[in-house]
């Protein structure tokens, strides 16, 4: 076997450049052909690209299905993934996510090979909001929202204490870093979906979620008609402060627009 390995991978180099016209296919390194030929003994390579983070996919057959292997820049396994019907998954992990999010449904599930260990990813949606969920084969969940272990950024057990007591019943459906560097945490309360913003050192700033034009109080409504008769509701947000509550609001006359907060007891906070 020692001396028809170099004619295999000279076949599976071959294979992968010229097999597709897709001009984002590319050439496979000698060394992750042998990575994939050890681990996944059997398996056929059938493209090659780099996906979105920069990491190159090899997607794979092997015992029956197509799984993505990712290395980095220096050709060296970063994890593999695979589709994993629901049917598929072990009863402790259909037990764990079903007692956490009893009113969601799974949607989607992937396994997830790394060094580091193995994980299932589970998608929940419930009507327009979606959780994802890291449960190791054991049960374990890893993470309560999107994110995966040992990616950044995180929400701290500490910001997960904040939200839990100041937004009882919310379920994280998202996070990641806004354009100023804050993280921001996208939850589902009260059927509400709310942005939760966090600084670096972990301190709540404010959080935000839509308001109707038609629900903004009377009060609101009254300082509005005085103080810009001219003007007209086009969209409204609520903002939670440590030291403030209000109203953002965007009024529009024609092409002309304009941001005010206003109070709930109707003082306009910005002129």
């Known amino acids: 076997m020692k001396k028809l390995f170099p004619i295999l991978l000279f076949s599976l180099l ?42 190159i996919e090899v997607e794979i057959l092997h015992d029956s299905r197509l799984k993505d292997v990712y290395f980095d820049k220096d050709n060296k396994w970063v994890y593999t993934s695979w ?40 998608e929940l949606d419930k009507g327009n909001a979606t959780v994802v969920l890291f449960v190791t084969p054991e049960g374990e969940i890893l993470d309560s929202s999107t994110g995966e272990p040992g990616t950044s950024p995180v929400v701290s057990d500490e910001m997960r204490l904040f939200l839990k007591e100041k937004y009882p019943g919310s379920v994280i459906i998202d996070y990641g870093k806004n354009a100023n560097g804050m993280l921001e945490v996208d939850i589902m309360h009260d059927n509400i979906e709310k942005d939760v913003y966090f600084d670096n050192e972990g301190n709540w700033v404010y959080t935000s979620w839509d308001i109707s034009p038609a629900s903004l109080p009377d ?25 403030i ?27």
């Open 14 to 55: 071959a294979f992968v450049s010229c097999s597709d016209d897709d001009d984002k296919s590319i050439p496979v390194d000698n060394a992750v052909v042998e990575f994939i030929n050890a681990k996944y003994n059997g398996a056929k390579i059938r493209h090659a690209e780099y996906d979105g983070n920069g990491l």
């Open 219 to 243: 009060k609101v409504n009254a300082a509005l008609a005085a103080t810009y008769p001219q003007f007209y509701v086009d969209d409204a947000d609520y903002i939670e402060r440590p030291e």
């Open 83 to 122: 589709d994993v019907r629901v049917a598929e998954i072990p009863a402790v992990v259909k037990e764990s996510v079903v007692v956490a999010y009893p009113d969601f449904v799974i949607d989607d599930v992937d396994f997830i090979e790394r060094e580091t260990g193995n994980f299932y990813e589970v």
């Open 245 to 271: 509550v209000y109203y953002e609001i965007e009024l529009q006359d024609g092409n002309f627009e304009k941001v005010v907060f206003v109070s709930p007891e109707g003082e306009i906070l910005n002129e």
